[in-house]
């Protein structure tokens, strides 16, 4: 195996240190973006990864130069005891930032908990802020208790940026924007717009159905002016204050402006299989020989193998492109 002290490259020389780990694939929303009505077949509990072999298998990903880590679902808090497996995870020497994505729903109850256990940045998937809109796009009345997790997270101030994102959809999501950009203008949360994926569990998704960054940002710029500031590298959202300088918003555009030329980042699912693109075709199981009794050294060089053949790109939009066999819920986000 390479050196651990040499950076985990793919063949076109990006350099790879965020990992998004998804310790479920279950979810209690069911966002039409995402999956059916009645959702999806679910693995059992045995195809999952332990705690412990998650904590095992992020040592090796942090001891190939992994610095950031997302935790994510499915809905990561309908994991049993998951700010026990946050507490695991933020113990691990070498990790610079440690994050979450959730839908809200249970973060009011987990709040204290998460932050005891580490978690220092939070982001809320919120796709309207009109409670029966929510319940159109989420299939669940909920508004009012996601908001209510949503404020007790921002109550410790250790916890940021929160970040509030939104899946843009023509058609649904015209009518949300000036409310986004009141609420990033009146808070400190940092409200981002996704450009709509096909990553649906119902194959739904069109390019015609795709909101793209450029046209929220020109209704937003119709009533508020806005300065862009400078792209962190690999970052994924182009960002914008208010020229008044009351908060920010940003503009998530995979489908648009794609911004795969200085991705850095890797996914787990689950049950153990490592992606290196949120549309690949092919995964790699490490599930299979960590509990074949693998040293770390052999899932190290398993992992470097896998990411050097890390795709250039997503092909979104392109003649031939074919969507992964998986929805988002199962790939994690």
């Known amino acids: 195996m390479k050196a651990a002290t040499e950076p985990l490259l793919d063949a076109h020389g990006r350099v790879i240190s965020d990992l998004r780990v998804s310790v479920t694939d279950r979810c209690n929303f069911r966002c039409q973006y995402c999956m059916p009505a009645e959702g ?73 908990a998460l932050v005891a256990a580490g978690i ?14 929510f319940f ?18 921002a109550a410790y101030r250790s916890v940021r940026p929160i970040k509030v994102n939104a899946v843009a959809m023509r058609d649904f999501t015209e009518d949300e924007v000036l409310r986004f950009a009141e609420l990033a203008r009146t808070t400190d949360y940092q409200v981002r717009f996704i450009e709509f994926m096909p990553l649906d569990a119902d194959r739904a998704w069109t390019p015609e159905r795709v909101l793209s960054g450029a046209e929220i940002r020109a209704r937003i710029e119709a009533q508020h002016p806005l300065i862009e500031v400078e792209r962190e590298p690999s970052a994924t959202a182009r960002r914008f204050r208010f020229a008044d300088g009351a908060g920010e918003i940003g503009f998530i555009n995979p489908v648009s402006e794609p911004f795969c030329a200085d991705c850095n980042r890797l996914r787990l699912t689950a049950e153990g299989r490592l992606r290196t693109c949120l549309f690949s075709i092919h995964e790699t199981d490490l599930r299979e020989p960590l509990r074949s009794g693998a040293s770390d050294a052999e899932l190290g060089e398993r992992i470097r193998d896998a990411v050097w053949r890390k795709e250039l790109k997503h092909h979104v939009g392109e003649p031939g492109f074919r969507p992964p066999p998986r929805s988002m819920s199962a790939i994690g986000g």
């Open 40 to 112: 999806l077949p679910w693995l059992e509990r045995e195809e999952l990864l332990s705690f412990e072999e998650l904590e095992r298998l992020v040592t090796v990903f942090v001891g190939l130069g992994i610095r950031d880590l997302r935790l994510t679902g499915g809905e990561p808090l309908v994991r049993r005891g998951f700010p026990k497996l946050v507490g695991m995870l933020s113990a691990i020497a070498g990790i610079a930032d440690l994050s979450l994505t959730t839908n809200g729903y249970l973060l009011e109850r987990d709040a204290e």
């Open 120 to 133: 220092g940045r939070v982001n809320v998937s919120i796709d309207s802020l009109a409670r029966d809109r």
């Open 136 to 153: 159109q796009i989420t299939r669940r009345d909920a508004l009012p208790q996601v908001m209510r997790g949503l404020e007790a997270i």
